[in-house]
C-alpha cells in the first residue's frame, strides 16, 4: 500500500518534471492521434481496395495508389517525428533530473555516504535514470496511445459489425486480467534483479578501484568466484523472469489468436450469408489486430511504468534525504581568525549517548598555533578532524570559532576556515592545474605556480612532457605518493585557509621523497593554526599544545616538555617508542 503510495507520487513528480516540456508533450500527443488515424486509415483502405477488387473496378487503381503512397508516406513521417519528439523529451527529462540527482548527492551529509555504498548511488545515474527517461517517453505515450488506438478501432468495429465488435471486445478483460497477474510477477522479479545488480555493481566497483590489492595479495581467484556467485544470481532471476514473460506471451497470444479465429469465423460467415461486405471483412480483421494488440501491450507496458517509478522512487529517496545545504553552496575564504574552542565535545556515529567515540573533548587554540594530536589507534583523532571540518556535528558540547559558535554559522562559512591535507591524498581525474586550482578556483595562473613552487612541486610538474596540463589519472594513479601528497599542499596552499588540518602520512615514503613533502608542509604551515595527528617526534616537540586522546577521551593536554614531566600517557607514549624505533624518524602512533 505504502509502496503504491509512494510510486504514484513518484509518478507526479515525474510529470512535474514533463511539464516543463509542455510543448514537446502536445506536439507528442498530435503526432499520437495523427498515427492512430493513419492506423485506421490502414484498414479503410483494404476495405477500399477488396471492394474495388471485388467489383472490378480496375479504374479504380490509379487512385488507390495515390493513396497508399500517400498513406505510407504520412506513416513515415508521423512515426520520424514521434520519435524524434519522444527522444527529444525523454533525453530533457532525464538530464534535469540527473542533474538535479547530483546537485543532491553533492549536498548529502557525510553520514550517508557512510551507510550507502557509492555504487548503488552511481546506479540512480545510471540504470534508474535510464528507466525513468523511458517512462516519460515510450512508456507515457505508449500508455496513452494503446488505449486510444482499441478505443477507435472497436468504434471503427462497431461501424462496421456490432455483433462482431462485441465478440472482438470480449477478450479484453480476459487479456488485463493476464497481463496483470504476470505483470505482478514481472515487477517481482524486476525489484529482486534490480537489487542483485546494484550488490554486483558495488562488488565490481569495489575490485576495480582496488586492482593493486589482488594481484598483490592474489585474490583474482576468490573475486572471480565471487564474481561467477553475483553473475550466476543475476542469471537466476533472468531466467525465471524469462519463464514468466514466456508463459504471459503464450497465454496472451493464445487468447488472442483464439478470439481472432472466432471473430474471423463469424465473419467468414457473415459474408457467406450475404451480411457483411468482403471489404469490410478485411478490414475487420486490421481492426481486430488494432483492438487486440493493445491489450496485450499494455499489460507490459505498465509493469514497465511501475519497474520505472520504483527507480523514479529511488532517486527521489536521494532528492528527499536531509541535505546540508539548501543551496549548492560556492567556495569562500575567511578572512580572519582568532581562536578556535571545542567545549565539552561528545560524539556518537550512531547519535546514541552510549555508544560515544569522543568524551567531553575541552580545549582551545589560539591562532598561529600549532597543536599535535597524538594517541592509540581508533582514540578518535580522525573523528575530531570530521568534527571541525563539519562532517558532523557534536552530539554534545560546542565548537566555537572567534566565540562564535559552529552552529550559529553557515556550514559553508563555517567550513571556509579550514583546509586539509589528509593522510592519503584525494585527487580527481583531471591535470595537475585542475587539481590545484581546486584550492581556489579564482586563481590565476602565476599563483597557481606559486603555489607549486612553495608545494616543492613546480620542477617535477616542469619535468613532466606536458607540465601544469599533464593528466594524473584516475585519482593520481600516474603520479608518485610523495608528487601527490606535493599537489594536495600546493592545492591547500592555494586555499589560504586560516585553519590547516594535516593528517601526516605514515606511509613510507623514501627520505629524500619525505624530506621534500616535510619541507613543503613547513611552508604551509606558516601563518596558519594548524591541528596536526602526528606520527613524527619533530611535529610532536614543537607543538604549542599536544592533545593525547585514547579511547575517546582526551587523556593529556600540554607541551611536550609539561608532558613528559607529567609522567603520564604521553611519557610512556614517548619512551616506548624511542626505546623502540630509535631517535630518529620516530613515529608516535602506539
Ligand atoms: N563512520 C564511522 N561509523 C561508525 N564508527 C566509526 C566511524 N569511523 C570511525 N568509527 C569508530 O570511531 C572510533 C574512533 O575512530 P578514529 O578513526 O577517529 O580513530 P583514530 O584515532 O583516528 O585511529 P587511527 O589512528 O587508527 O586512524 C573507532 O572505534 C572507529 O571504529
Avoid at 497465454?251 to 478470439?259: D, E, Q, R, T
Avoid at 604521553?570 to 619512551?575: A, V
Amino acid at each position: 500500500m505504502r509502496c503504491e503510495m509512494n510510486r504514484q507520487s513518484s509518478f507526479i513528480r515525474l510529470l512535474k518534471y514533463m511539464r516543463r516540456y509542455k510543448l514537446l508533450y502536445v506536439c507528442l500527443i498530435i503526432t499520437m492521434v495523427a498515427g492512430t488515424f493513419l492506423e485506421l486509415s490502414v484498414a479503410w483502405f483494404l476495405s477500399l481496395i477488396t471492394n474495388a477488387a471485388v467489383k472490378g473496378e480496375v479504374e479504380a487503381w490509379s487512385n488507390l495508389i495515390l493513396i497508399a503512397v500517400g498513406i505510407l508516406f504520412f506513416i513515415a513521417l508521423n512515426s520520424y517525428v514521434d520519435t524524434y519528439f519522444k527522444q527529444k523529451a525523454s533525453l530533457k527529462v532525464r538530464n534535469d533530473i540527473r542533474l538535479d540527482t547530483l546537485d543532491h548527492v553533492l549536498r548529502l551529509p557525510q553520514s550517508y555516504y557512510d551507510k550507502n555504498h557509492s555504487g548503488e548511488l552511481l546506479a540512480r545515474f545510471t540504470s534508474d535514470n535510464q528507466a525513468v527517461g523511458e517512462a516519460s517517453g515510450n512508456i507515457i505515450m505508449g500508455l496513452l496511445k494503446n488505449p486510444l488506438l482499441a478505443l477507435c478501432a472497436f468504434i471503427y468495429l462497431l461501424n462496421i459489425n456490432w455483433p462482431l465488435a462485441l465478440i472482438s471486445i470480449s477478450i479484453g478483460p480476459l487479456m488485463i486480467l493476464v497481463g496483470k497477474l504476470f505483470g505482478e510477477a514481472m515487477r517481482k522479479k524486476s525489484i529482486i534483479l534490480q537489487e542483485a545488480m546494484g550488490s554486483a555493481t558495488s562488488f565490481l566497483q569495489d575490485v576495480l578501484s582496488a586492482s593493486v590489492l589482488y594481484k598483490i595479495f592474489g585474490l583474482e581467484k576468490k573475486i572471480s568466484k565471487q564474481y561467477q556467485q553475483y553473475s550466476t544470481t543475476i542469471s537466476e532471476i533472468e531466467r525465471s523472469q524469462g519463464k514468466v514473460q514466456g508463459s504471459a506471451n503464450a497465454i496472451s497470444g493464445s487468447i488472442a489468436n483464439l478470439s481472432f479465429i472466432i471473430a474471423i469465423l463469424v465473419a467468414g460467415y457473415f459474408v457467406a450469408k450475404g451480411n457483411l461486405e468482403v471489404g469490410a471483412m478485411l478490414a475487420f480483421i486490421q481492426l481486430m489486430n488494432y483492438l487486440v494488440q493493445p491489450f496485450s501491450i499494455l499489460p507490459a507496458l505498465w509493469s514497465n511504468m511501475q519497474q520505472a517509478l520504483a527507480g523514479a522512487e529511488r532517486i527521489f529517496q536521494i532528492i528527499d534525504a536531509p541535505k546540508e545545504y539548501e543551496t549548492l553552496p560556492e567556495q569562500g575564504r575567511a578572512k580572519s581568525f582568532r581562536s578556535l574552542t571545542i567545549s565539552n565535545v561528545g560524539f556518537s556515529y550512531s547519535n546514541s549517548k552510549e555508544d560515544l567515540v569522543l568524551r567531553n573533548v575541552h580545549f582551545h587554540v589560539k591562532a598561529g598555533q600549532t597543536i599535535a594530536i597524538v594517541g592509540g589507534s581508533g582514540g578518535g583523532k580522525s573523528t575530531l578532524f570530521k568534527l571541525l571540518l563539519g562532517l558532523y556535528s557534536p552530539t554534545s558540547g560546542r565548537i566555537e570559532i572567534d566565540n562564535r559558535s559552529g552552529e550559529s554559522m553557515a556550514l559553508r562559512e563555517y567550513r571556509d576556515y579550514f583546509s586539509l591535507v589528509p593522510q592519503e591524498t584525494i585527487l580527481f581525474t583531471g591535470t595537475i592545474r585542475d587539481n590545484i586550482l581546486d584550492g581556489n578556483l579564482e586563481a590565476d595562473e602565476a599563483s597557481v605556480i606559486a603555489a607549486a613552487k612553495k608545494a616543492n612541486a613546480y620542477d617535477f610538474i616542469m619535468k613532466l612532457s606536458e607540465g601544469f596540463d599533464t593528466a594524473i589519472g584516475e585519482r593520481g594513479s600516474r603520479l608518485s605518493g610523495g608528487q601527490k601528497q606535493r599537489i594536495a599542499i600546493a592545492r591547500a596552499i592555494l586555499r589560504d585557509a586560516p585553519i590547516l588540518l594535516l593528517d601526516e602520512a605514515t606511509a613510507a615514503l623514501d627520505n629524500e621523497s619525505e624530506k621534500i613533502v616535510q619541507d613543503a608542509l613547513a611552508k604551509l604551515m606558516v601563518g596558519k593554526t594548524t591541528l596536526v595527528i602526528a606520527h613524527r617526534l619533530t611535529t610532536v616537540q614543537n607543538a604549542d599544545l599536544i592533545l593525547v586522546m585514547e579511547n575517546g577521551n582526551l587523556v593529556e593536554q600540554g607541551t611536550h616538555n609539561e608532558l613528559l614531566l607529567a609522567g603520564g600517557r604521553y611519557h610512556s607514549l614517548y619512551y616506548t617508542q624511542l626505546e623502540n624505533e630509535g631517535t630518529e624518524n620516530i613515529i608516535m602512533e602506539a
